[in-house]
């Protein structure tokens, strides 16, 4: 007789004395086969949750090894000089007493109200946990006692439905496949990542590529992820390589990597803190995204914005970039500078032009702080021009920022034509000086070249005004040398106006 033709009874009684790892090798049979197996593996289940939850709990109570700390205060622990790793860890979750049809929320960084919801659910029934949010430092999940509590609650996970138990929030600094290993990750909804920017320590362990695939392994199983954040270990500075060696970043794994972000059907929120393992590197954003937040754009190549420019964006509706993660408080801290100069030669794309794109669709467009100098050209405009529905705010945004960009190409253009009409006076002087000196000579159309790029030069380093122009400022206007004297009066009246822009 088959086991697909055996009675439960029977099957149960055969499946009983099984090991955990044989339980589940039955699951992928036939249907029959694999409810018996499945019940009792969720038994087992139990009694290992049961068991791992009290040596937990007791090597805690006798060691002292376990304890955690709040998430704010790891860094000054890690700042007092002692070699102590602390645990810091953050968990919220929501408790649904059956029995009494309560419903309450739990937040605190000791893990230990926690478990013991769990064992009341085990032992009775009456108790789910649903919506887990967990935040661990990496500390924890290299501690041992914290990693064999992690798994045996993941197969816990995996007998319950989502509204009986489910962690559905992680944010952690841990790799893919720890978080394969510890949690899972088909009930995730939202995961909080983070990846180095230091090639040079991939390469010498040899492991990105490993990496990469594991991350596209875990895309694949976060089904059910609707918000993403990608984020970065380290801040953004020395050894943040915009195109590592092809030794350690290959086409064919970024190509694997593509195929787990189509599979994330049901994300609506994605945050990406930097480029993705290579500044070129355009990840397909998800198909139902309709939020999108993109920092350090700064390092993005002009490939990398041209596959941009005509990705096929299908729902999004809002759309931000910036210089940083925390622009507040980077901009506050840190200055400018560090986010707008990269240490190496970068692609600058200040010149680049899209000549279009294909978003379409956008409510919100947030591009505060942003510089000129460091996106395409033709970016903001052609956006503003593709999205007409976009919020009052956005719009009112881009008018100020589009006369400011005028004003300033205005006064640009008037103060060239002022230095060009000093330089024609200074250079013509000097050319009447050296022909009566020396009379016609054959370089005189070099020399002449020369002097007027010499002049003009100076005058991009050294402001007109600065060499000049000038005289003091008098009640906010500036005072123009004689020699401006023509083209004071060729404004008609207007000088003031244009000196103050």
Known sequence: MSLDSMPTEILLSIFSPLEFEDLVCLLPTCRHVRQAAFHCLAKAVDEKTAKSITEFQSDASERGSKDTVPLEDVRVLRGSGSSYKPRGLHIEFTVVDRDNEQTTESTGYDI?????????????????????????????SDDRGFRELFIALKHYSRTRLPFEFSITSLASRLKPARMMELFDTEKLTKLTIYFKKRHSDYEKDKVIANEIKDFQKLLNRVTNLEHLEVLLTEPVGGGFDLCPPVSVVTDADLEGLKKGFFALKKLHTFKLEAFLFYSS?????PENVRTLSLSHVAYYSRSWWDEFAKYPFKNLENLELKLCSDEENCLKKCGVDIHLSPFWKSDWVSQ?????????????FNYQHMYPSYLPSDLVMSVMGNNPGLDEDTRRRFAQDYGTTLIRRCKEELMQAIASKIFEEELGKGIEDRFFANGIQKDDLEKCTLDYLSKFSEFLTKPVSESKLAEPEIEGEIGLADELEEGKKQTKGKGKEVVDL
């Open 281 to 285: 590197f355009f990840i397909p954003i």
């Open 112 to 140: 230990n109200h926690f478990l013991d919801i769990v064992n009341i659910g085990i032992q009775s029934g009456a108790m789910d946990i649903s919506k887990a949010a967990v935040y661990l430092s990496k500390p924890v």
């Open 352 to 364: 680049h032009t899209l000549g279009g794109l294909e978003i379409r669709g956008l409510k919100t």
